[in-house]
């Protein structure tokens, strides 16, 4: 049974950073690409990031030069490090996986986790 689980979300003021992890199980995480997207009620989901299995990096335009996604594969866990967050990141973070190259639609990836809240107050 595949498990994305992310944590590090919370509630942060602008300006802040945060660091969010999904951790995986039930797949071999090294031969897939995992990625971030964030939903608000109300909105669309938004792609935030991708990593690739073979660690190519693609970057969603709002969040492009102030987030970063990482992996460690010897921890089955992806990371999404947020800096300079403002109020409008305000939002429910899902990390999503598929096999190997990364898509920026999130009906391109079979498996999700259940999301964290990340709130960032002015």
């Known amino acids: 049974q595949v498990q994305l689980e992310e944590s590090g979300g919370g509630s942060v003021h602008t300006g802040d950073s945060l660091r969010l992890s999904c951790t995986v199980s039930?797949?071999?995480?090294?031969?897939?690409?995992v990625a971030w997207f964030r939903q608000t009620p109300g909105k669309v989901r938004e792609f935030l990031a991708a990593?690739?299995?073979?660690?190519?990096?693609h970057y969603g335009d709002l969040v492009k030069g102030r987030f970063a996604i990482s992996r460690d594969n010897t921890k089955n866990t992806a990371y999404l490090q947020m800096n300079t967050l403002k109020p409008e990141a305000t939002s429910v973070y899902s990390c999503?996986?598929?096999?190997?190259?990364?898509?920026?639609?999130?009906?391109?990836?079979?498996?999700w986790g259940q999301g964290t809240q990340v709130t960032v107050s002015s």
């Open positions: 999503a996986a598929r096999w190997c190259r990364i898509s920026v639609w999130h009906n391109g990836y079979e498996h």
């Open positions: 039930g797949l071999t995480f090294s031969n897939y690409a």
């Open positions: 990593l690739s299995a073979k660690n190519s990096t």
